[in-house]
């Protein structure tokens, strides 16, 4: 899964990836909302496209608030 940020706002842009049936309610959920105000994406599906979509979103935060990416 690939989630993209805006890097002074931290918004969601835009997800894409997987080949689930719940990405696109997955899209309409995150994207335009900030990183730290989005829901997790674990709590609102159930695939395993939701799952991994959580752990991008987890990097992504991390990544914003100043960690190394990698």
Known sequence: ???V???KAGVIVN???GGCPDIPYLYTR?????LDGA???REVS???CAL???R????????WNGGAPG
């Open 52 to 54: 991994m979509l959580d």
């Open 5 to 7: 940020f805006d890097k």
């Open 15 to 17: 997800i894409s990836g």
């Open 1 to 3: 899964m690939k989630l």
């Open 39 to 41: 829901p997790r994406p």
């Open 56 to 63: 991008t979103l987890e990097k992504a935060m991390e990544i």
């Open 46 to 48: 159930y695939t395993l």
């Open 30 to 34: 995150l994207v335009g909302t900030p």
